[in-house]
């Protein structure tokens, strides 16, 4: 019995001896590798799942939000350093050229004499950079700008995607769609995965054990930031991120500053490394297509109310009110025509916004076949507070119509209504300005001025004490009002304003300093 029993153990142990390890990530091109709690069973599995990070770089942006990757000839953007221009982003025909980035954009030239050079945009990159954010947080709305990268932790998506592998994969597809050769990188720390993207590595990696066999390898002066610790690095023979990792804590921190041992640990997941998530701007846009076409605006009408329902459950959602629509009208022959309505203040009522779309439409005659239909709203207004009604989804409006304001500028366009505001200068000709409608601005003085101005004074002749204009004769009065200003920019006036009266009519006359001529200027 008892040799029984040890024959046993023995073959436990023998079997023990023969069992596989689990497997260990390692760096791939395309596909996740399974992390080792994949093959722990189901009773010993995490509950919580552990973040996937992905970093996506684009090496021609600078080309691509000036709007430059279609060209064939060889193309370059500069940017000025100092006294030197030095080239950024070469398009593909200009690096077979031998032109790289960081070459004087003299020394580009002179490889590629038919280069053209384009400066850098920084803020069209950044309006690029930012309409791809707002793409990628429909897989994911943890998305962060980082520089001029992108970072998305997705995951809570994969899940609702298929999968890490089906999610990346549909990340890959739109961006390279959108984009020319995006770099994109899986990592479970967003420091890494900026790290392998920033170095054109293209890789997936799910568990935190298989980051420092992918990061080992990497230029070392990737994690140092500023020339003086570079240099250290180089006196110490530091070439690697590995290089960095076997060096003492506490010694690396004292040469090299504290911030590089913090940066380690966040890239091996030792150190929270939180990111800002952006929050885009609620954004709508709707198409509709007719086959065939539409030749006449009437019959537009029914679908542009079902484009407005879209709308008013897109405004329901986001909590926001609509300050400015835009309709594009499209069609096979390179017709695209848009048709803006004015609000004068945020609306969400689809009534209303209706009534206004029929006036801009008005006076609209379409010169071929309409067959797309687009309604896009760009400027949001948050919705106000109201506590009237518990279950009211608009707030209560004393009036619930849409103004005249709005009513003529649709139909007459917005330049045909405008307010008049004063300027602080005391020549009448120059003392008005157009402004918003309804915008109040109150006179700096108190001498008044006539509601119709004219844009040139109109001569008169002065008799006997009475101001002659035509046959019809101005009883002037003894007040006046001496103007004499704009003598800094050439157009000096030197006047005496006086009232003049014939009957019920009430003048505003001048006359000239300089020449004693009179003239008629306005009437109250």
């Given at each position: 019995m008892h040799q029984e029993r040890l024959s046993t153990v023995a073959q436990l142990h023998q079997n023990t001896k023969h069992q596989t390890a689990p497997p260990v990530p390692v760096r791939g091109n395309s596909d996740c590798n399974r992390s080792p709690s994949d093959t722990l069973p189901k009773?010993?599995?995490?509950?919580?799942?552990?973040?996937?990070?992905v970093a996506v770089s684009f090496p021609f942006l600078p080309l691509e939000a000036l709007g430059k990757t279609t060209q064939q000839q060889p193309m370059a953007v500069y940017a000025q350093q100092g006294q030197t221009h030095t080239v950024i982003t070469p398009n593909q025909p200009a690096q077979k050229s031998g032109v790289r980035s960081g070459m004087t954009l003299t020394a580009a030239q002179v490889l590629s004499p038919a280069l053209q050079a384009v400066?850098?945009?920084?803020?069209?990159e950044s309006e690029w950079l930012a309409r791809l954010a707002l793409l990628a947080s429909r897989w994911t709305p943890a998305v962060s700008i980082a520089g001029d990268d992108l970072l998305l932790e997705i995951s809570g998506s994969t899940r609702l995607f298929g999968g890490a592998n089906q999610l990346l994969g549909k990340i890959r597809s739109r961006l390279t769609f959108e984009t020319q050769s995006p770099c994109i990188s899986a990592m479970p720390t967003a420091a890494s995965a900026l790290l392998c993207v920033r170095n054109g590595k293209s890789l997936c990696i799910t568990a935190k054990e298989g980051i420092h066999a992918v990061i080992r390898k990497l230029p070392a002066k990737a994690v140092v930031a500023g020339a003086k610790q570079q240099r250290a690095l180089k006196q110490y023979g530091i070439s690697t991120v590995g290089d960095l990792l076997r060096l003492p804590r506490d010694g690396l921190a004292r040469r090299l500053g504290p911030d590089l041992?913090?940066?380690?640990d966040r890239l091996l997941g030792k150190q929270a490394d939180p990111q800002a998530a952006i929050a885009p701007p609620p954004v709508f846009q709707q198409d509709s297509a007719f086959d065939p076409g539409i030749?006449?605006?009437?019959?537009?009408?029914?679908?542009?109310?079902?484009l407005l329902g879209k709308l008013k459950a897109h405004l329901i959602q986001h909590h926001v009110l609509a300050e400015q629509l835009e309709w594009h009208l499209l069609n096979d022959s390179n017709l695209s025509v848009c048709?803006?309505?004015y609000l004068t203040h945020p609306r969400g009522n689809t009534l209303d916004l209706m009534k206004l779309c029929r006036l801009a439409f008005e006076g609209f005659q379409t010169p071929d076949l309409i067959t797309h239909l687009s309604l896009r709203v760009?400027?949001?207004a948050p919705l106000p507070s109201s506590s009237a009604d518990l279950?009211?989804?608009?707030?209560?409006?004393?009036?619930r119509e849409i103004s005249l304001i709005e009513r003529l500028q649709n139909r007459l366009g917005r330049q045909a209504v405008q307010?008049?505001?004063?300027q602080p200068d005391h020549r009448p000709e120059k003392a008005w300005s157009r402004c918003a409608v309804g915008k109040a601005v109150a006179l700096s003085h108190g001498a008044q001025r006539p509601l119709w101005l004219f844009d040139t004074p109109r001569s008169i002749q002065m008799s006997n004490r009475q101001l002659l204009l035509g046959s019809q004769s101005f009883l002037l009065q003894r007040q006046r009002e001496r103007i004499c200003s704009g003598w800094w920019d050439s157009q000096s006036v030197r006047r005496d304003y006086y009232h003049a009266k014939s009957g019920a009519l009430r003048a505003w006359v001048f006359r000239d300093l300089d020449s004693g001529i009179w003239q008629l200027h306005g009437i109250f």
């Open positions: 009773a010993r599995r995490r509950v919580v799942q552990e973040p996937l990070w400066p850098q945009d920084v803020s069209a041992v913090h940066q380690l030749a006449n605006t009437g019959q537009l009408m029914p679908f542009m109310e079902i048709i803006p309505v760009r400027r949001f279950f009211s989804i608009l707030p209560r409006t004393t009036d307010g008049i505001g004063m």
